[in-house]
């Protein structure tokens, strides 16, 4: 079951990404110069039902701003502070989760989700406690760029 909604997970991020960004994104191997150093911005959104979970979303604070400015229509030097850009990416990991949650609930798991949440800093990771499942997705994204979707799960 866990493969499948990875699956699931990973469809809705290309999804999303293509429909309010315009950016082609492939799974890559995830390396450890993707997560490490430098200001990185993790929205999350989590899910209450039959399963339960949190995904989180974390990109570069400049990939961040790049993809504030094309889901707001406007040239990143217009962006002001960091209030643009957290709404931006608390509502990208929104539409990917209700994505992912529109695919649960059609396989009959009934879920609500959360409000999103943001986390601003530098080598920070996402770790699982015991009683979870934790997989973590790498996007390339525009060829350039790292998007990285860490999901945790327990099954009720």
Do not use: W
Not at 13 to 34: E, I, Q, S, Y
Not at 134 to 139: D, I, S
């Amino acid at each position: 079951m866990i493969d499948e909604l990875e699956g699931i997970l990973q469809s809705a991020v290309c999804r999303v990404l293509r429909t309010m960004l315009n950016f082609d994104a492939h799974v890559v191997p995830l390396g450890k110069d993707v997560v490490s150093g430098g200001a990185h911005i993790a929205s999350s959104v989590g899910f209450i039902g039959k399963m339960t979970g949190v995904v989180y979303v974390y990109v570069s604070e400049p990939f961040a701003r790049r993809m504030t400015g094309r889901l707001l229509g406007l040239a990143e030097k217009d962006l002001e502070g960091e209030e643009m850009v957290n709404d931006a990416m608390g509502e990208l990991a929104n539409m990917i989760v209700g994505n992912f949650k529109s695919a649960l609930v059609e396989r009959g798991l009934s879920c609500v989700l959360t409000i999103p949440s943001i986390v601003r800093g530098t080598h920070f990771s996402i770790e699982a406690v015991s009683s979870t499942t934790r997989r973590v997705l790498c996007f390339r994204c525009d060829d350039s760029h790292h998007l990285v979707v860490a999901t945790l799960i327990k099954l009720s």
